[in-house]
């Protein structure tokens, strides 16, 4: 059962959405990779145009993603004031992977499953990208998945968090 502390409820009229934010590669001192969760308004369409970011540095040669190792993904909330204009960041289309194919994470000392493939993936995106912050929107870890409610609401607005985002990548499965 999943912690109900780890979640505040999203302020609906603040338009605010969770984001994990990952802090540049080259910094991690171990194999852990750590991440943290902040609270941040959704800027609209239009405002976003106004906040370009510049381009991140993407490999062409998929054969450069190793096999991700077993390490831990770790993750901290801070709370983001509601004025802050969104940061350019980046969603993430994935196959959620076999359901039953876990491993944790763990959030404020918290553990919690996520598929292998969901982690694979923001590993991949943390150790490939060469940028000092990343901030990035994964649905299974920004979308509190235990509120029915909230759920529900998030998902009608997934096309708009999409749309926001300054860069959509899909991630179909580990390459072998």
């Not at 979640?7 to 080259?26: M, T």
């Not at 991440?35 to 370009?52: Q, W």
């Not at 993936?121 to 990343?134: G, R």
Request: glycine share 2%; with cysteine; net charge negative.
């Amino acid at each position: 059962m999943e912690d109900p502390s780890l979640y505040r409820p999203l302020r609906e009229q603040a338009h605010e959405i969770r984001l994990l934010v990952f802090d540049s590669a080259e910094d991690r001192s171990d194999d852990m990779l750590n991440c943290r969760l902040e609270y941040v308004m959704l800027t609209g369409i239009e405002e976003a145009e106004n906040h370009k970011c510049s381009p991140m540095e993407i490999p062409d040669d998929l054969e450069r993603w190793q096999r991700i190792p077993e390490s831990l993904l770790t993750a901290d909330f801070t709370t983001t004031p509601l004025d802050k204009v969104t940061p350019p960041f980046i969603a993430l289309s994935y196959t959620w992977g076999n359901e039953h194919d876990t491993v944790p994470i763990f959030i404020q000392n918290t553990e919690k499953l996520v598929t292998r493939n969901l982690r694979d993936a923001l590993v991949a995106v943390q150790s490939q990208l060469h940028v000092p912050k990343i901030y990035l929107w994964a649905d299974a870890l920004c979308i509190n998945q235990a509120d029915v409610a909230e759920r529900n609401r998030e998902v009608q607005r997934m096309s708009e968090v999409y749309r926001s985002a300054s860069l959509v990548l899909i991630w179909p499965g580990s390459v072998l």
